[in-house]
């Protein structure tokens, strides 16, 4: 499904205080596309990631998904919104930690009707041997690919990726980029990914850089490379 934004305005604090974060976005991420929202530190590209995943509020404008439009629900219907569109894939894997990694799996499986095959998945994933371990027994890029499973098993419209290799280092970072690339080839899934990372933008169909709450370029990206060959 498309993902369209219109006039996304939001600020933080009041009086002398009020900052404001997000100042007008406009843009289309298109349906099965890879989408890089690029920009330093408070520039609002995680601000505006939060307010498509139904996280925070928008102070005005519209954020719709197919025919879902954002702003005209009540908070059982964005509940349901999330649970049916999106996945989330964080910076912090946020995993449950007494949980085994195909359970964690599955907690992200009780959320969908239509989930995929928790067993295929972590296959693909490359966690199979792993499937029992519990996150503290596992490398850095093992808990962000569970953390991946878990998004990507609902099956979602959309995946969201806020720094998802900001905690690892370079070869891992690599790793994580390709399975990423790889579940956008393989299910179809939106991927949106927020970065400061320039390097990353190369991989992606869409580019929208952000600075100071705007859009400053929104292009498509007509000399795609794959995730194995970046560098930075």
Not at 132 to 155: E, Y
Not at 218 to 223: G, L, M, Y
Request: include cysteine.
């Amino acid at each position: 499904m498309q993902l369209e934004l219109k006039e996304i305005y939001k600020s933080f604090g009041s009086g002398d205080n009020k900052t404001e974060v997000l100042k007008g976005i406009s843009c289309t991420v298109e349906e099965g596309s890879m989408c890089v929202l690029l920009g330093p530190s408070g520039s609002g590209k995680s601000t505006l990631l939060n307010i498509i995943g139904g996280i925070e509020n928008a102070d005005s404008g519209s954020v719709s998904i197919g025919d879902d439009v954002m702003e005209n629900m009540n908070e059982k219907q964005l509940s349901q919104y999330r649970r049916r569109h999106l996945g989330y894939v964080f910076q912090s894997y946020n995993l449950i930690p007494n949980l085994t990694v195909k359970e964690n799996i599955e907690v992200g499986a009780y959320l969908s009707d239509e989930p995929l095959d928790v067993d295929e998945l972590m296959k693909s994933l490359g966690l199979w041997e792993h499937r029992n371990k519990i996150p503290n027994q596992l490398s850095g890029g093992q808990q962000q690919r569970t953390a991946i499973g878990r998004a990507i098993v609902k099956n979602p419209d959309i995946l969201l990726c806020d720094e998802p290799t900001g905690a690892l280092d370079y070869n891992t970072s690599k790793e994580i980029l390709k399975l990423i690339e790889e579940v956008n080839q393989k299910y179809g899934n939106t991927v949106i990914i927020v970065t400061h990372n320039d390097a990353i933008k190369n991989m992606a169909d869409r580019v929208i850089k952000l600075r100071d709450g705007q859009i400053r370029k929104n292009e498509i990206n007509k000399q795609k490379i794959p995730a194995a060959d970046l560098d930075w």
